[in-house]
């Protein structure tokens, strides 16, 4: 009795042990966000050596909406817009010709670490980082950290980087040091003066700054409504799309969900494609704008008066479920392979339960009509379809272009940073002096001369991609960034995650060097140096 006691508490302290590693933790999980948004040419790569833009070898493909965004991959715009939700709230959204890479998307003890690389362009963050997460965003020449709720545009062009906090507040960490940044203020470096950080107020927003004002207002208010509906505050990504393009109904005591304008005989899988992955293998990606949720979350149930319903299953209720490349069976009946759609009763390996409205063949990628399946036949599940049965057909397109560009210079001009937060005192840089905010017309002038250079950085002259670019020195490359033939600017090597609050770190004067354990990814500070390594990670 004594030895089978010792037996059990010794393998109750060794899965306590396993339980609580990091290692553990990360390998068991893989974190997946989504492209949430697409207007115009997006473009994206899965891998790439040392530079996406320089890396003759990487392949980029069209990005279709709803595509499954994972660590490594780099997304990049041409004259278009994109937006990426994350699975807690947080949100990226890219303007046009910016290029932005998913350095870090990964758990630790719980919390999700996410670090971003902005390789050029402008690009705007909403982040509502809680339960631990850490969220951040390196741009050529320092890190933007955030902890709490903040909105900010990060921008890294030629000549410098940039970034401006609408809502909230961040910490911008540069060579090991920590500078507070709250609403309202923009903090610039030049790159032929990194030591020199100037902090300003911001100027007026721009139409990509309303734009994003919008697209989180819309993200808040349907997802508050989801959280009084379930009863859960718990953020679901993907839930904004059902409540704008379907509807609830109540069927045997229970919810379910069916988009907008379909007929009776419409089938979850008609729109969409299918993509390969070799960590996940066959993922679906549904073309509907609403094509998230449906297909990698929950299940479907078949409805005589309706026809095919989602069903959320435990999704809103606080209960995390497991991603799924699709929600079908993949099964082989006779030499039919096919998919049956998932029911969230279904068991792994048993017949799937939604058998009995027909098997839907898989034709070379294409879906066909559903098939009986006779009482008692043969069949099998299958962990995934041959080799024929599925194909992926990525709409391969060339690298993105580096594009030369500069930072609008009012953003570049050093004002006094001792005015109080509500000062009218601004700088106006058609006047070249400083001036009250309050008279119109020199409000006006600001206004226009941002409205006026953003306009006309859409029509810069784009330089081709360096395809035979090497690694020089910092200072090499400083001198030559004003250059249209100037290779792109390495960014600063991300921040770490910490172990502890930084607003406590950098308000206490410790310059926020308290880091945690981190990812094993990089180890060093947010400074000039960069992690080692290949795999498309900075150099």
């Known amino acids: ?78 004259s278009g817009r994109a937006e990426v939700e994350f699975e807690n709230g947080a949100m990226a959204f890219l303007n046009a010709n910016t290029i932005l890479e998913f350095y870090d998307l990964s758990l630790r003890d719980g919390a999700r670490v996410t670090r971003l690389i902005l390789r050029q362009g402008s690009a705007s963050f909403y982040d509502r980082s809680q339960n631990g997460d850490y969220f951040s965003v390196t741009g050529g020449d320092f890190s933007v950290e955030v902890s709490g709720r903040a909105t900010f545009r990060l921008e890294n062009f030629d000549n410098g980087s940039t970034v401006t906090v609408q809502s909230g507040r961040v910490i911008v960490l540069q060579n090991e040091n920590a500078t507070p940044l709250d609403k309202g203020h923009s903090l610039s470096v030049q790159a032929s003066d990194p030591t020199n950080q100037m902090v300003t107020e911001a100027l007026l ?36 799309d059902l409540y704008t393009y ?40 549904g073309s509907a704008p609403w094509g998230w949720l449906p297909y990698h979350y929950g299940g479907w149930i078949y409805s005589a008066p309706y026809g095919w319903l989602w069903n959320p299953g435990s999704t809103f209720y606080g209960r995390p479920q497991p991603y799924r490349p699709v929600t079908a069976v993949f099964v082989k009946s006779g030499n039919t392979v096919g998919i049956v759609p998932l029911n969230v009763g279904d068991k792994p390996g048993k017949a799937p339960l939604n058998l009995a409205q027909g098997l839907y063949p898989l034709e070379n990628g294409t879906i066909g009509k559903p098939v009986p399946v006779a009482s008692g036949e043969k069949l099998s599940v299958l962990k995934a379809p041959g080799a024929t049965a599925l194909s992926a057909h990525p709409t391969v397109v060339p690298a993105p272009a580096r594009v030369s560009r500069t930072i609008v210079p009012a953003s570049l001009v050093a004002r006094e940073t001792s005015f109080l937060r509500r000062s009218s005192i601004v700088y106006d840089p058609n006047e070249h002096r400083f001036v009250n905010a ?32 090497t690694h020089v020195g910092s200072a090499s490359l400083r001198s030559s960034r004003t250059s249209t033939s100037a290779p792109p600017r390495p960014p600063a ?47």
């Open 246 to 285: 379907g509807s609830w109904m109540n069927v045997g005591g229970y919810n379910y969900w069916r988009p907008f304008g379909l007929g009776w005989a419409w089938n979850p899988f008609n729109d969409g494609n299918w993509i390969y992955d070799a960590s996940i293998g066959w993922s679906f990606i």
């Open 438 to 469: 309050n008279e119109a017309k020199q409000t006006e002038s600001s206004s226009a001369l941002r409205a006026s250079e953003e306009k006309s950085a859409e029509k810069d002259s784009i330089a081709s991609p360096t395809t035979n670019a």
């Open 205 to 240: 927003g721009d139409d990509f700054d309303r734009w994003v004002s919008s697209r989180v207002q819309n993200e808040q208010l349907v997802n508050s409504q989801a959280s009084t509906t379930y009863g859960n505050a718990s953020y679901v990504s993907g839930y904004s």
């Open 493 to 539: 090597a991300p921040a770490p995650p910490r172990s502890g609050s930084s607003w406590a770190a950098s308000q206490s004067g410790s310059g926020g060097s308290s880091f945690g354990s981190g990812s094993s990814r990089s180890s060093g500070s947010s400074g000039s140096s960069h992690p080692s390594g290949g795999g498309g990670r900075p150099h």
């Open 1 to 78: 009795m004594k030895r089978t006691f010792l037996l059990f508490r010794s393998i109750l302290f060794i899965v306590a042990a396993l339980l609580a590693s990091p290692a553990w933790a990360d390998s068991s999980h893989a974190r997946i966000v989504r492209l949430s948004l697409v207007q115009g040419d997006v473009r994206y790569t899965r891998e790439f050596h040392n530079d996406p833009i320089t890396d003759t070898q990487a392949i980029w493909e069209s990005a279709p909406l709803n595509l499954p965004i994972r660590q490594g991959n780099v997304l990049s715009t041409g």
